[in-house]
């Protein structure tokens, strides 16, 4: 086990993680950080993804060590204390989600993809979230949401 | 949060309050229970379909560092009793019942079958340790399919049953089968199978157990969608009362049918966590909630339809045969209820219905939202096929066939009646909504380029709760409501909700009828030591809960009149309450908020004529129930070189009654649709010749992606009102249900021109080309 | 499905890794982006006694066009090589491939080298490098060697790397004038490995094929070129009819397997339509370059 310290939702944070666990596990187990959920631990689903570095990641595919000296942002961390940010409010608002458990990966996922591409369309929307798996909604209320939230953020 | 101005918040999409929670990641669900002293379980479990256990060795798994217990099926059998499953307790219907151990003792009956629960200080020391346990098997035949499962040469999974036939053969007649088939002018026979697939929530299945020596009393968080029937069924194994077991749910990340009552795994760790002394948590990871958690809608039918040339539908007979895997469930319940609705909203003279429940060597068989859906896809399959064969169009055979909506209504010819079905209405709808004529001209545009465009239509009903009438009572639904010493409307409901969002729906009813701000409502879940009796399932909430929340508000509502009224020296009758004010009638500076009259009925004592515990027990019978139902259209493009399916369009007509909240209500049409879609197009849980499961990761069970359902278009009917108060239908299993025989019936259209017919549900790529290859 | 435990290395340059590698050899797997890796370890397919992590290395990213060619480091990250300007200009056929891997999350930490050193034989990558005859170049404690795409993919998952080598980078050559380009897939769902995909580069001159790669993922063990279809192609114009014998030629001999996903006859025949499809547009993207 190897001592790691890494920013996380803006703080630093240190831990000792065995080499093998994984990301995800160590915001959940070690940090506290529930709000990152584990839908598949092979990759598949994207409810994992948190942000390293200003890119949206799996946190089940990275290595706990290997973010030792990142940025991690977390859905803890997206809101300014406590309140919602614009992509949250606007999922909100649109009625996105049901039962909450891949929603911390959407709006990750969302998240990152929303600053590189602030005028996407719904195609590319869709595509931007094809790698995340909703089992509730039939995602169109989430890309709703999205879409709210890029039309938001241009009229500001 | 800031307050709703709403004057009626029944109605309207208000914005949930699960969501400022969800949307944060401040949600609690099972996994992120933690617990001092907590132990986490894994469970080795078999790599083979059907096997004798010869020897399970945990001696090295015992010896390695962190691992604090591993225990075996004979272990568990020790410290455990024999209890029926809590559902099948509830809905039995009898027949013969196997006898199966929390985990494997002497056989293991479908790959995944667990053998050992290892408890160790983390999740990953506790798989180390699976790895470590030697279990010995001596491998017999595999019953892989219903058909060898059936013959009496196949080995029998269970020796007390003797076959592996889980509920004998049954056969059930409703009006004249003989002479309307003898009458009619042709009689045309179907074999019809339905594919295995499986819920699959996000979450998987999971819990913390704890035991408290001490007080000789079980804590389970749980994963539930009802506490009480987790409780029955831990307390039950167990063999303590149920009074010493104390089930809390939090958040819970979708069932779908999944989680209900108490699996054999969580049963193994409250047990464990029983003996240990220590809390323990097992939540299940992707593979095992693919391979052994359950599977569903594994059916076949044989199907002969009587009917006349001008397309009348007279009769069916149905031969289903279902496969209920190794631990035989739900499988056994659900050819009854689909025996019960297999008419629809049509006129059928006639129906006879048999079926068979094989057991083999498979995960169970679970309920999967709306568990009775083949009856509906085998009845709208049939529909288009006759349709096909007698040159007559989707919509007029069906609008052809709907029974007309008389007084008193028609009744199915299995009993109940089809009062306030608006079938006729969708079907015409959907014919208005998407212009027929001009697809069709699409497509014989397109035919003509090589791309193979199709339209598909289906219908259904769904008793949800279902219409009062001689079929018996629709049950009741109980609710506790009390206006809190802090001026709050609580309602307590054994709901259990898991992506239904009753949080936001019960508490518009009752903000409403109650007279306070949505905020001012609190929907209290998840405690059976707080929460009366309930269990989330069977679409049945909207009229149910959402009633008796209706009722019961009222009734709460008089109460705290009744008190005010003292307290203010006015009237109870000339009193109101509207924005968390009472006030007298006409006299606006009388107001006092509703939450100063909770403080002071708090601050007694009073007067033995004065009732100031503003609390009433509520319960509601249903109502007039009613049906829920819709017409589903969809199109698609069928790429005809290489199998690949796009479904360019999707239109859902629903009838379920008032809509509480109408963002809800579409957001589980389109979930239940999506689960439509995957199933014809991605879904599958594939089991080999040998038994071994071959779809225990995403990457081989599909999921479909946002790329995959298209933007559902929604127009919901004008009820035909059949209550006074409570027109709330249920719409939680509805899209399920039809989406797929509505992409199929699109798909065999897109195919026409190849002259393919189908008679099944799963059209991979592969498939499809298959289909179109065979048929030319 | 929790990791096994392993040991763990994290070196600092290509030297150290290469001691490491020397040291263990088969009995360590390199840890570029993860991706591909940490499923299977996740899944305990992979028991590595020692996971080497060369994302510390810095030189190993980068990348340079010079001389016909652009060299890309092996830790160099698919969604970097995505956005990059050289790769889309120089490198048409690996641009149209890299939107094509997995999803987005996964471009973040998947590499270049990474997925051609794992060589699934139905990912993108390794269809496009053996299109382009790519080169290899490692480094091992011999020394640097340069490795044909023809002669790095040996078998399913398996590639000519020693396990004493590390690999740096991979040379692309840049696309001559008259390219045209198109990468063809057939997959269940957006992002998902191909069932059966087609990296296709044709160059024009004076409207007649002067060279034509077609290779295969999905097809084989390993990405296959359809050498038969590429001769017939040289020197012909254009036509459907050209095309139509082209997919026949590349599928005669082909065997493709059978999975959960489809029969082998189903790749061959989707093989076949994608060979027509690819060639129609690899055609028109080279009148659209010029």
Request: proline content about 5%; overall charge negative; aromatic content about 6%.
């Amino acid at each position: 086990m190897a001592d790691i310290t890494l920013r996380v939702n803006g703080t630093t944070c240190t831990g000792s993680p065995e080499a093998r666990k994984t990301l995800a596990d160590f915001l959940r187990d070690d940090l506290n950080l529930t709000g990152t959920h584990v839908g598949c631990e092979h990759g598949a689903c994207g409810a994992c993804t948190v942000i390293v570095d200003g890119r949206a990641v799996r946190s089940c595919l990275m290595l706990a060590v290997q973010a030792a000296g990142r940025e991690v942002t977390t859905i803890e961390g997206l809101a300014p204390d406590g309140g919602l940010g614009t992509l949250q409010q606007a999922m909100w608002d649109s009625h996105s989600f049901q039962c909450g458990f891949c929603t911390p990966g959407f709006v990750m996922q969302a998240t990152a993809f929303l600053t590189g591409h602030p005028d996407a369309s719904e195609q590319q929307i869709r595509e931007a979230l094809s790698g995340n798996i909703c089992r509730c909604t039939g995602y169109q209320s989430i890309i709703d949401g999205v879409l709210l939230a890029a039309e938001r953020n241009r009229e500001r | 949060m800031t307050a709703i101005a709403a004057e009626r918040y029944t109605g309207a999409s208000i914005k949930r309050s699960e969501d400022p929670r969800i949307l944060t990641g401040a949600g609690r669900y099972v996994d992120d229970i933690k617990l001092p002293g907590m132990l986490h379980a894994a469970f080795v479990r078999s790599p083979l379909a059907h096997a004798h256990v010869l020897s399970v060795d945990v001696s090295a798994a015992r010896a390695l560092p962190g691992v604090v217990a591993v225990l075996t099926g004979a272990d568990l059998e020790a410290m455990t009793v024999r209890a029926p499953d809590p559902l099948l307790a509830l809905f039995s219907t009898g027949g013969p019942t196997p006898e199966f151990s929390l985990l494997a003792t002497d056989k293991v009956r479908f790959m995944g079958d667990p053998v050992a629960i290892v408890i160790a200080e983390s999740r990953y020391l506790a798989e180390d340790g699976c790895e470590l346990v030697e279990a010995d098997y001596d491998d017999l035949p595999s019953v892989v399919n219903a058909a060898f499962a059936l013959d009496p040469s196949s080995p029998p999974l269970f020796a007390n049953l003797g076959d592996n036939i889980a509920r004998p053969h049954s056969r059930n007649e409703f009006g004249d089968v003989a002479g309307t088939f003898a009458h009619a002018d042709r009689v045309i026979d179907f074999h019809i199978d339905v594919h295995r697939h499986q819920n699959v929530p996000m979450e998987g299945r999971g819990c913390v157990a704890s035991w408290d020596a001490d007080l000789a009393a079980m804590t389970v968080y749980a994963a539930t969608q009802s506490v009480h029937i987790t409780r029955n069924g831990v307390a039950a194994r167990l063999d303590i009362e149920p009074g010493q077991v104390r089930v809390l749910a939090g958040d819970i990340g979708g069932s779908f049918g999944l989680k209900i009552g108490a699996s054999r795994e969580e049963l193994a760790v409250a047990a464990a966590s029983r003996h240990l002394g220590r809390p323990v948590k097992w939540v299940e990871d992707r593979g095992e909630n693919l391979t052994a958690s359950g599977q569903a809608r594994e059916e076949s039918f044989d199907v002969r339809a009587a009917v006349s040339n001008d397309g009348d539908l007279l009769g069916l007979d149905v031969k289903m045969v279902i496969d209920t895997g190794a631990y035989p469930g739900m499988g056994t319940m659900v050819p009854d209820i689909m025996q019960a609705i297999l008419p629809g909203p049509y006129k059928l003279e006639a129906l006879g219905f048999e079926s068979t429940a094989a057991i083999t060597n498979k995960a169970s068989y679970v309920a999967y939202r709306g568990p009775w859906a083949s009856e509906t896809f085998v009845r709208e399959r049939v529909l288009d096929l006759i349709a096909k064969d007698l040159g007559l169009d989707p919509v007029e055979i069906r609008l052809r066939n709907v029974a007309a909506r008389t007084d008193p209504p028609a009744s199915m010819i299995t009993g109940r009646p089809l009062v306030g079905v608006t079938t006729s209405e969708a079907l015409e709808r959907v014919a208005q909504i998407v212009d027929f004529p001009a697809f069709r001209r699409r497509q014989a545009q397109a035919r003509a380029q090589g791309r193979y465009l199709g339209i598909g239509v289906a219908t259904f009903i769904e008793a949800a709760p279902g219409p009062r009438g001689p079929g018996g009572g629709l049950g009741h639904e109980s609710m506790r409501l009390r206006l809190t010493e802090d001026g709050i409307v609580a309602l307590f409901t054994g709901q259990m909700p898991h992506g239904q969002s009753h949080q936001t729906t019960l508490a518009q009813i009752a903000a409403d009828e109650f007279g306070v701000p949505f905020e001012q409502v609190r929907v209290v879940v998840g405690d059976s030591d707080v929460v009366p009796f309930g269990l989330t399932g069977g679409s049945r909430s909207a009229t149910m809960t959402g009633g008796v929340a209706l009722h019961g508000a009222r009734q709460l509502k008089a109460k705290v009149l009744d008190f005010a009224a003292y307290l203010m020296e006015a009237s109870a009758q000339d009193l109101l309450i509207t924005d968390g004010n009472i006030w007298v009638r006409g006299d606006p500076a009388s107001a006092i908020a509703v939450s100063e009259v909770a403080r002071r009925a708090a601050s007694g004592p009073f007067g033995a004529d004065v009732d100031a515990k503003l609390e009433v027990e509520a319960t509601y019978d249903g109502g007039e129930g009613g049906w829920s139902g819709g017409t589903h259209c969809a199109i698609v493009a069928v790429d005809a070189e290489t199998g690949i399916v796009k479904v360019e369009r999707y239109v859902a007509v629903e009838d379920c009654g008032a809509l509480i909240n109408p963002a809800v209500v579409e957001g589980q049409i389109r979930g239940g649709v999506a689960q439509g879609i995957g199933a014809v197009l991605l879904e599958r849980s594939a089991y080999g010749e040998d038994g071994s499961f071959q779809s225990a990761t995403f990457m081989d069970y599909l999921m479909p992606t946002t790329c995959d359902v298209p933007r559902i278009e929604i127009e919901h009917l004008e009820t035909v009102p059949l209550d006074a108060d409570v027109n709330f239908r249920g719409v939680g299993e509805g899209g399920m249900i039809v989406a797929p025989p509505t992409v199929v019936n699109a798909i065999e259209d897109a195919l026409s021109p190849f002259g393919v017919r189908i008679y099944e549900q799963h059209l991979p790529p592969a498939r499809i080309l298959e289909l179109i290859a065979t048929a030319e | 499905m929790k990791l096994p435990p392993v040991e763990y290395e994290a070196p600092r340059c290509v030297a150290e890794a290469i001691d490491l590698l020397a040291e263990h050899l088969d009995e360590a797997s390199v840890l570029a982006g993860g991706q591909s890796l940490i499923p299977l370890l996740a899944l305990r397919l992979a028991r590595p006694a020692v996971l080497i992590d060369i994302n510390g290395i810095d030189e190993l990213s980068g990348m340079s066009a010079t001389d016909g060619w652009v060299t890309i480091g092996a830790m160099t990250r698919e969604y970097v090589a995505e956005e990059s300007e050289s790769v889309a200009d120089a490198v048409p056929l690996l641009a149209a491939a890299l939107p094509l891997i997995g999803h987005d999350a996964i471009r973040s930490r998947g590499t270049i080298g990474g997925s051609l050193a794992h060589a699934d034989p139905a990912a993108e990558l390794p269809a496009v490098a053996r299109a382009l005859d790519a080169e290899f170049v490692v480094r091992g404690p011999s020394g640097e060697r340069v490795i044909p795409a023809a002669q790095w993919f040996e078998g399913f998952l398996t590639t000519s790397r020693r396990p004493d080598e590390l690999l740096v980078a991979v040379r692309f050559p840049a696309a001559r004038r008259g390219t045209g380009i198109s990468f063809q897939e057939v997959a269940r769902r957006h992002g998902d490995f191909a069932i059966v995909g087609l990296a296709v580069s044709l160059v024009l001159s004076g409207g007649v094929i002067s060279d034509a790669r077609l290779a295969f993922a999905g097809l084989s063990d390993v990405p296959v070129r359809a050498t038969a279809a590429e001769d017939l192609l040289v020197g012909e114009r254009p036509s459907t009819e050209l095309f139509d014998e082209a997919a026949r030629r590349a599928t005669d001999d082909v065997d493709p397997p059978a999975d959960l996903h489809g029969s082998s006859d189903y790749r061959k025949t989707v093989a076949a339509a994608i060979v027509r499809r690819g060639l129609r547009a690899a055609t028109d993207n080279a009148r659209e370059r010029q």
